[in-house]
T-cell receptor
Framework: SQQGEEDPQALSIQEGENATMNCSYK?????LQWYRQNSGRGLVHLIL?????REKHSGRLRVTLDTSKKSSSLLITASRAADTASYFC????????????FGSGTQLTVLP | GAVVSQHPSWVICKSGTSVKIECRSL??????MFWYRQFPKKSLMLMAT?????????EQGVEKDKFLINHASLTLSTLTVTSAHPEDSSFYIC????????????FGSGTQLSVL
């Protein structure tokens, strides 16, 4: 079953705007990761946040984690047309032997 | 970063034939690889965990006799879809854990399988 549910399912914004995607999960986690997938391609790791962390930055990416609400958000600032892709959150549950469970994904379209 | 190579990128086959997909870690040794299946505009569903030198661990609902996984070396895992049928048509993706990469996965580029 799906561990994570993402919101929104699809998001369309203008270049330069910020994009925010949310992810909710159900079980206790060791860490939460965000991945990006271009159409018909494999996934690329973006950022990992551990269960004892609340916020993390990497370039134009900002990730927050609220373990009390079992939710995370990914913010992409100053978006570019090249950011158009599907974004997935994935969780490593506590004691899961490093197995990732993926959310349903958000399709982001950045219009030039 | 670590590179995972997956071949072929796409394959079209007739119903009843078998198809083998290869997943190679090019610059690191991967004791554990994962195989996922993805339907259009959907998330990745874990099919099985492939462990070098031992039997794969399949997720509930995945037929191990249908989806044969072999992880014979530290750099190669293969997924064979046996007696493929149209309902097996899907996007299959492998991934691997790089020993020094922590918890993050490195993914192959995926294989689009179309069964006629």
């Amino acid at each position: 079953s799906q561990q994570g549910e993402e919101d929104p399912q699809a998001l369309s914004i203008q270049e330069g705007e910020n994009a925010t995607m949310n992810c909710s999960y159900k079980t206790s986690i060791n860490n939460l990761q965000w991945y990006r997938q271009n159409s018909g391609r494999g996934l690329v790791h973006l950022i990992l946040i551990r269960s004892n962390e609340r916020e993390k930055h990497s370039g134009r990416l900002r990730v927050t984690l609220d373990t009390s609400k079992k939710s995370s958000s990914l913010l992409i600032t100053a978006s570019r047309a090249a950011d158009t892709a599907s974004y997935f959150c994935a969780t490593v549950s506590s004691g899961s032997a490093r197995q990732l469970t993926f959310g349903s994904g958000t399709q982001l379209t950045v219009l030039p | 970063g670590a590179v995972v190579s997956q071949h072929p990128s796409w394959v079209i086959c007739k119903s009843g034939t078998s198809v083998k997909i290869e997943c190679r870690s090019l610059d690191f040794q991967a004791t554990t690889m994962f195989w996922y299946r993805q339907f259009p505009k959907k998330s990745l569903m874990l099919m099985a965990t492939s462990n070098e030198g031992s039997k794969a661990t399949y997720e509930q609902g995945v037929e191990k006799d249908k989806f044969l996984i072999n992880h014979a070396s530290l750099t190669l895992s293969t997924l064979t879809v046996t007696s493929a049928h149209p309902e097996d048509s899907s996007f299959y993706i492998c991934s691997a854990l790089e020993p020094t990469g922590g918890e993050k996965l490195f993914f192959g580029s995926g294989t689009q399988l179309s069964v006629l």
